[in-house]
């Protein structure tokens, strides 16, 4: 076993300009996710948007991420403060925020990862980092992707996720993805 990631290492290696690896875990499993982790990944995304973990599993998920040796990191549901500030509370090391389709709404959503005064984010959680998270935000939709380049600019989004099957919708693709 490998000893763990600090929280901030992740996110400073990433704006450094370094590759990381990682993966997503769908199941709420602290043997998969250690597992996933162990295996030399930088990183281990707990996808609470569309996988089976909820909030109560986050503790015990991060914690074993965290043991191996990896960043965990949580999709949350939505792009709103409360979901934000749990999954970092409950010991993320950084999240990835659905649904992003503007430079607006990315800056509301970086005041929501940061404490006073660099944001809003209520202190607390005793699993929380004492440092700066990860911040991703998802492009997911036309709006968004005409806003990518005024988005990157927002000091504090660390960089963007694409969801290509969601992004195809407008157009009207109809093949399903997998």
């Known amino acids: 076993m490998t000893a763990p990631v600090p929280a901030s290492s992740l996110r400073d290696r990433l704006l450094g300009g370094e590759t990381a690896y990682g993966a997503w875990a769908t199941i709420p499993s602290a043997i998969s996710v250690q597992a996933l982790a162990g295996a030399g990944l930088d990183y281990v995304v707990i996808d609470l948007q569309h996988g089976a973990a909820v909030e109560r599993d986050l503790p015990e998920l991060t914690t074993a991420i965290k043991l191996a040796g990896a960043a965990p990191l949580g999709r949350v549901r939505f792009a709103h403060p409360a979901d934000i500030g749990r999954a970092l509370d409950l010991g993320c090391a950084g999240v990835i925020i ?57 000091a504090g989004v660390d960089g963007v996720y694409v969801g290509p099957r969601d992004l195809s919708l407008p157009p009207g693709c109809t093949r399903a993805m997998a």
């Open 98 to 154: 659905p649904n992003v389709d503007s430079a607006e709404q990315a800056r509301a959503i970086i005041g929501a990862c940061r404490y006073p005064p660099a944001g809003y984010r209520s202190a607390g959680g005793v699993l929380a980092a004492g440092t700066d998270p990860l911040c991703v935000v998802m492009v997911e939709s036309t709006a968004a992707a005409a806003e990518v380049a005024s988005t990157l600019d927002i």
